[in-house]
Nanobody, 114 residues
C-alpha cells in the first residue's frame, strides 16, 4: 500500500486548506485512515481518524475546525481544515491501517501565517 498526501501550502490565519491522501495498492477490505501532523521540534500528533464505517474522531485541538472524510470508491481520504491558526503549521501525514498493517505516506507541509 502506498499513500500520497497532497494539498498543503501557505495560508493566512483564518483561512482554509483541503488535504488529500490517495491510496494505491492492496487497500481492499476493511481499512482505517487517519491524519497526523508534526511541527518542528515536536512529536508527531494525532489529528483525525475515520473508520471503514465512517466513524470519526479528532484530536482535542481540532475543536470543530477540521473534518475528515473518505471516498472509498476512489481510495481517497480528505482533511478539510478551516479557521487555520499559526499553531496548525506542521507537516501533515496520512496513515492507514489495512488488515492490521499500518502505512504512512510522505508528508505535506502546511504553513499558516499570522
Amino acid at each position: 500500500v502506498q499513500l500520497q498526501a497532497s494539498g498543503g501550502g501557505l495560508v493566512q490565519a483564518g483561512g482554509s486548506l483541503r488535504l488529500s491522501c490517495a491510496a494505491s495498492g492492496s487497500i481492499f477490505g476493511v481499512n482505517t485512515r487517519a491524519w497526523y501532523r508534526q511541527a518542528p521540534g515536536k512529536q508527531r500528533e494525532f489529528v483525525a481518524i475515520i473508520t471503514s464505517g465512517d466513524n470519526t474522531n479528532y484530536g482535542d485541538f481540532v475543536k470543530g475546525r477540521f473534518t475528515i472524510s473518505r471516498d472509498s470508491a476512489k481510495n481517497m481520504v480528505y482533511l478539510q481544515m478551516n479557521s487555520l491558526k499559526p499553531g496548525d503549521t506542521a507537516v501533515y501525514y496520512c496513515w492507514a491501517n489495512v488488515r492490521g498493517i499500518t502505512y504512512w505516506g510522505q508528508g505535506t507541509q502546511v504553513t499558516v501565517s499570522s
